[in-house]
């Protein structure tokens, strides 16, 4: 989709006439990430982590086939062919350091991606389907990231798997035939392994099918803005080409400088020692944390503690190993009514003076559950960490409604191009730099 | 399958109720073929059960003899971590002592010990949180608050009758099944 006033694709070389024809490949990539699509000319450098998200994809392939040429996915090998691909294959310590690293950068960006999202108000009507996908592939990213995690049959591999694959068995009647079906086995084994391998391998191109869905479903409506106020003409929108694919490209820089640092400097500052030992299944590690990616969610899970039941009975209803289960799956499936729950009709969190403040303790309250998950189950972190559950599904379940319903938002712009110059006006002559998008520019090839 | 449609059909079948036999046999063809389908599936999906050599029940001795009052081995039963503990007689009145009302999975020392070895602690060595490792079985281990085994990744506490007392488990440590064989030597499984 485009608006109206997007440039037409007219292949100007014989060759890519011919091909046009045939198949229209190039008019594709030109209306999708081309100077044929008109993009709002607002976008902030939030609005960068989604083709970074998809960059840092694009590493964990490379590296991750080459990791899977020089791996052996059998319990008595496993560990053993990581430990040699780090020492004596070419450059092995590079491809296995930035594939490790990558899986942290691929969390940083898309976490960066989802707050943006949250702020923005980004899905609200009409992209609610985008947003409902990028949840499926936040899923799918958990999922494949926490099977490579197991991969090198390290200490925390090993027990990280007994401990997320005992999430099932907390699950009443079906639960340890369903642990027991993933594993393969009554603990984790060569059976485990190998299909976590097999999954590891498939999954990230089921991903990437999914961004393409993403795309396509963001493309029908376009991209939002820091504003919030939809397209209403040509003066408000530049072509994605140049202008965001220079913006990008500037964005993707910076995020390979910070990923180069760590992995070449601090490749291990985001791992743990233990998995430096190999899986022993008679020894539990003192200290058993995920990667950090998800400790918001084990803090979650953790945070449950005691049963619930009928007061002064014996009667349990719900095990508080079972809560915990569902408390943490129910935190992420709960932002699948996101786009119902928050009935503002403002989208972005600039012109919503309440939602902006909950906005930043909810910010503040992951990093909190993060630091608690990362912590050991004692206090003061269980209660810190109970606390922070309940306020984050408060956040969802009773904040945002009620904000919605009684918040004044501020004066919207008239257009996006209002909002630019009125804050051009402010800051100065902004409105008169080459490359900041004018009314005539958007218009001048169509 | 327009059941207003009384005029006859194409193929010339018409029932006077408006199902044509091509109707039927649409829907026999669709059902087979999803009946198949479904059960190409299943043997999909029974691969990923436990093989035969991975069910294939192993058992395992242990040897009592060494093993004082106070003191516990770990040791390896269906590639899982048993735990068998020689009870001090301190120990077993203070399992003894608990109101049985209270606990989250009730169940007395006496239930979970064979008549006359109630010196004999023999457990799972599986947390039945999420199935980490309690600590307890080693010597200077940390054994918890009530003096049984604990759990380091989220805090469970067990009691000297392995039952669980504090934190997120829902069950007392597994007692498998196991016989003597002879004054100093259980069969397990």
Same mark, same amino acid.
């Given at each position: 989709?485009?608006?109206?006033?997007?440039?037409?694709?007219?292949?100007?070389?014989?060759?890519?006439?011919?091909?046009?024809?045939?198949?229209?490949?190039?008019?594709?990539? /030109?209306?999708?990430?081309?100077?044929?699509?008109?993009?709002? &000319?607002?976008?902030?450098?939030?609005?960068?982590?989604?083709?970074?998200?998809?960059?840092?994809?694009?590493?964990?392939?490379?590296? *991750?086939?080459?990791?899977?040429?020089?791996?052996?996915?059998?319990?008595?090998?496993?560990?053993?062919?990581?430990?040699?691909?780090?020492?004596?294959?070419?450059?092995?310590?590079?491809?296995?350091?930035?594939?490790?690293? *990558?899986? @942290?950068?691929?969390?940083?960006?898309?976490?960066?991606?989802?707050?943006?999202?949250?702020? /923005?108000?980004?899905?609200?009507?009409? &992209?609610?389907?985008?947003? %409902?996908?990028? %949840?499926?592939? $936040?899923?799918?990213?958990?999922?494949?990231?926490?099977?490579?995690?197991?991969?090198?049959?390290?200490?925390?591999?090993? #027990?990280?798997?007994?401990?997320?694959?005992?999430? !099932? *068995?907390?699950?009443?009647?079906?639960?340890?035939?369903?642990?027991? #079906?993933?594993?393969?086995?009554?603990?984790?084994?060569?059976?485990?392994?190998?299909? $976590?391998?097999?999954?590891?391998?498939?999954?990230?191109?089921?991903?990437?099918?999914?961004?393409?869905?993403?795309? #396509?479903?963001?493309?029908?409506?376009?991209? @939002?803005?820091?504003?919030?106020?939809?397209?209403?003409?040509?003066?408000?929108?530049?072509?994605?080409?140049?202008?965001?694919?220079?913006?990008?490209?500037?964005?993707?820089?910076?995020?390979?400088?910070? !990923?180069?640092?760590?992995? /070449?400097?601090?490749?291990?500052? %985001?791992?743990?020692?233990?998995?430096?030992?190999?899986?022993?299944?008679? @020894?539990?590690?003192?200290?058993?944390?995920?990667?950090?990616?998800?400790?918001?969610?084990?803090?979650?899970?953790?945070?449950?503690?005691?049963?619930?039941?009928?007061?002064?009975?014996?009667?349990?209803?719900?095990?508080?190993?079972?809560?915990?289960?569902?408390?943490?799956?129910?935190?992420?499936?709960?932002?699948?009514?996101?786009?119902?729950?928050?009935?503002?009709?403002? &989208?972005?969190?600039? /012109?919503?003076?309440?939602?902006?403040?909950?906005?930043?303790?909810?910010?503040?309250?992951?990093?909190?559950?993060?630091?608690?998950?990362?912590?050991?189950?004692?206090?003061?972190?269980?209660?810190?960490?109970?606390?922070?559950?309940?306020?984050?599904?408060?956040?969802?379940?009773?904040?945002?409604?009620?904000?919605?319903?009684?918040? &004044?938002?501020?004066? %919207?712009?008239?257009?996006?191009?209002?909002?630019?110059?009125?804050?051009?006006?402010?800051?100065?002559?902004?409105?008169?730099?080459?490359?900041?998008? @004018?009314?005539?520019?958007?218009?001048?090839?169509? | 399958?327009?059941?207003?449609?009384?005029?006859?059909?194409?193929?010339?079948?018409?029932?006077?109720?408006?199902?044509?036999?091509?109707?039927?046999?649409?829907?026999?063809?669709?059902?087979?073929? =999803?009946?198949?389908?479904?059960? +190409?599936?299943?043997?999909?999906?029974?691969?990923?059960?436990?093989?035969?050599?991975?069910?294939?029940?192993?058992?395992?001795?242990?040897?009592?003899?060494?093993?004082?009052?106070?003191?516990?081995?770990?040791?390896?039963?269906?590639?899982?971590?048993?735990?068998?503990?020689?009870?001090?007689?301190?120990?077993? +009145?203070? +399992?003894?002592?608990?109101?049985?009302?209270?606990?989250?999975?009730?169940?007395?020392?006496?239930?979970?010990?064979?008549?006359?070895?109630?010196?004999?602690?023999?457990?799972?060595?599986?947390?039945?949180?999420?199935?980490?490792?309690?600590? =307890?079985?080693?010597?200077?281990?940390?054994?918890?608050?009530?003096?049984?085994?604990?759990?380091?990744?989220?805090?469970?506490?067990?009691?000297?009758?392995?039952?669980?007392?504090?934190?997120?488990?829902?069950?007392?440590?597994?007692?498998?099944?196991?016989?003597?064989?002879?004054?100093?030597?259980?069969?397990?499984?």
């Amino acid at each position: 989709m485009s608006f109206p006033w997007a440039k037409h694709y007219t292949p100007k070389a014989p060759l890519m006439q011919w091909v046009d024809e045939r198949l229209p490949l190039p008019r594709l990539v /030109y209306n999708a990430v081309g100077a044929g699509y008109p993009v709002p &000319r607002n976008l902030n450098f939030f609005w960068n982590f989604g083709v970074l998200a998809g960059l840092a994809l694009v590493v964990q392939i490379v590296t *991750g086939i080459i990791m899977a040429m020089h791996y052996g996915a059998n319990e008595l090998v496993a560990f053993g062919t990581v430990e040699q691909t780090m020492r004596d294959v070419n450059a092995g310590w590079l491809m296995r350091y930035a594939h490790a690293n *990558g899986a @942290s950068f691929f969390f940083i960006v898309v976490y960066l991606h989802i707050f943006r999202g949250l702020y /923005y108000g980004s899905y609200k009507a009409p &992209r609610e389907m985008v947003w %409902l996908l990028g %949840l499926v592939i $936040f899923l799918l990213m958990m999922a494949t990231a926490f099977m490579g995690y197991v991969l090198p049959w390290g200490q925390m591999s090993y #027990w990280g798997a007994k401990v997320i694959t005992g999430l !099932f *068995g907390a699950i009443p009647v079906v639960g340890e035939p369903i642990q027991t #079906w993933l594993l393969g086995g009554f603990a984790p084994g060569n059976a485990a392994l190998n299909r $976590f391998f097999s999954l590891h391998y498939l999954l990230p191109f089921v991903i990437a099918g999914v961004i393409i869905l993403h795309i #396509w479903a963001l493309h029908i409506p376009g991209s @939002s803005n820091p504003t919030g106020v939809d397209v209403k003409g040509p003066q408000d929108t530049v072509s994605f080409h140049p202008y965001y694919t220079a913006k990008d490209g500037f964005g993707a820089g910076v995020f390979f400088i910070l !990923f180069a640092l760590t992995v /070449y400097f601090a490749p291990n500052a %985001l791992g743990h020692p233990d998995n430096y030992i190999e899986a022993n299944p008679l @020894s539990t590690p003192a200290h058993i944390v995920p990667e950090w990616y998800f400790w918001p969610f084990y803090a979650i899970l953790r945070a449950f503690t005691v049963d619930f039941g009928i007061p002064f009975t014996s009667i349990v209803i719900i095990p508080a190993k079972l809560m915990g289960v569902l408390a943490m799956f129910a935190s992420i499936l709960l932002l699948f009514f996101l786009p119902w729950i928050d009935t503002s009709p403002v &989208r972005s969190g600039n /012109y919503r003076p309440v939602f902006k403040k909950f906005f930043w303790i909810l910010v503040l309250d992951v990093i909190v559950l993060g630091y608690c998950g990362g912590s050991p189950a004692e206090e003061p972190f269980v209660m810190i960490s109970q606390v922070a559950s309940a306020y984050y599904f408060a956040h969802f379940l009773i904040i945002l409604p009620l904000v919605a319903a009684f918040e &004044r938002p501020l004066p %919207l712009p008239g257009s996006i191009t209002e909002a630019v110059l009125s804050k051009g006006a402010h800051e100065g002559e902004r409105e008169a730099l080459p490359g900041m998008g @004018s009314d005539t520019q958007p218009n001048s090839a169509a | 399958m327009s059941t207003t449609e009384h005029t006859v059909g194409a193929d010339g079948s018409d029932h006077g109720n408006g199902v044509r036999r091509r109707d039927f046999i649409n829907i026999a063809a669709v059902s087979f073929a =999803g009946v198949g389908g479904v059960v +190409a599936v299943l043997p999909l999906i029974d691969q990923m059960n436990p093989s035969a050599d991975v069910l294939a029940m192993a058992t395992s001795e242990v040897d009592l003899s060494g093993i004082e009052p106070g003191q516990a081995i770990k040791t390896v039963f269906r590639s899982q971590p048993l735990f068998v503990r020689h009870l001090t007689p301190a120990e077993i +009145a203070t +399992a003894d002592k608990v109101d049985t009302s209270t606990l989250r999975d009730p169940q007395t020392l006496d239930q979970r010990t064979v008549d006359g070895k109630k010196q004999w602690l023999i457990t799972m060595g599986v947390c039945t949180h999420l199935g980490c490792v309690p600590l =307890g079985a080693g010597e200077g281990e940390n054994r918890g608050e009530f003096g049984g085994y604990f759990c380091p990744c989220h805090g469970s506490s067990y009691d000297t009758a392995a039952r669980i007392r504090k934190g997120p488990a829902p069950k007392n440590l597994e007692v498998p099944p196991y016989k003597y064989t002879s004054d100093t030597a259980i069969l397990v499984g």
